[in-house]
């Protein structure tokens, strides 16, 4: 069971270029996230997915792109990249299910991304 | 605005005692709360959840306190051991939406 997967792991951009990271979780969840992580700043939410075919807004969704077309599958999209998109992207999912039930969030190992 | 404090200095103890970590929480007022362990270059792990009607949560060398008075919460490791060593996160949920928000960590160093 590999839970959730992301690739690529690492990458380096160029200002300007585009890229998808994909992210594949085999536990049938609704749920699925995006992070960022930067030092000092913690874990910020960019997209999340509450269903095949749905996307919302997180905390920091600005230059950055999700899609949810199928429900294992969440994909976030860079279509300009810049500098300051330099970070560690964090995929995640849960399984749906009544807020007080605090469903176990399961996370990626992260993909580092670097934008020269 | 919402706001989830950590310490962000590292914590370094001795092997054996006991570790707490505080998380403080402003303009929240969380259904129930999260912490999460994280080790360099991998993904967060899920450890422990506590809900605003328990006051404390174990399970075996941890403990978990919420106090919805004070916005805190306390995570307590008893006889630390250098495996401990690695980034506690805090994330309070609320009951209003899907979304998770994370404080930014506490380092923990647990010196043998």
């Known amino acids: 069971n590999a839970g959730v997967t992301q690739t690529p792991k690492f990458r380096v951009l160029k200002t300007g270029q585009s890229m998808t990271l994909l992210c594949a979780q085999d536990?049938?969840?609704?749920?699925m996230y995006w992070y960022r992580q930067d030092p000092g700043m913690g874990l910020r939410l960019i997209h999340y997915s509450v269903g095949e075919g749905t996307t919302a807004k997180g905390e920091v969704p600005d230059g950055y792109n999700v899609s949810r077309l199928k429900k294992q599958n969440f994909l976030l999209g860079l279509e300009s990249a810049a500098p300051s998109q330099t970070s560690v992207y964090f995929c995640?999912?849960?399984?749906?299910?009544?807020?007080?039930?605090?469903?176990?969030?399961?996370f990626g190992e992260g993909s580092w991304l670097t934008v020269v | 605005s919402q706001k989830i404090e950590q310490n962000s200095e590292a914590l370094n103890i001795q092997e054996g005692k006991t570790a707490t970590l505080t998380c403080n929480y402003t303009n929240y007022s969380p259904a129930y709360l999260q912490w999460y362990r994280q080790d360099p270059g991998r993904g967060p792990v899920f450890l422990l959840l506590i809900r605003e009607n328990e006051k404390e949560k174990r399970k075996e060398r941890l403990k978990v306190t919420f106090d919805t008075t004070l916005k805190q919460s306390l995570f307590h490791i008893t006889a630390s051991q250098p495996a401990d060593s690695a980034t506690y996160l805090c994330a309070p949920v609320d009951n209003a939406g899907n979304m998770l928000t994370f404080g930014g960590g506490t380092r923990l160093m647990v010196k043998p």
């Open positions: 536990m049938n969840h609704e749920y």
């Open positions: 995640a999912s849960r399984d749906q299910g009544e807020h007080y039930s605090g469903n176990t969030i399961y």
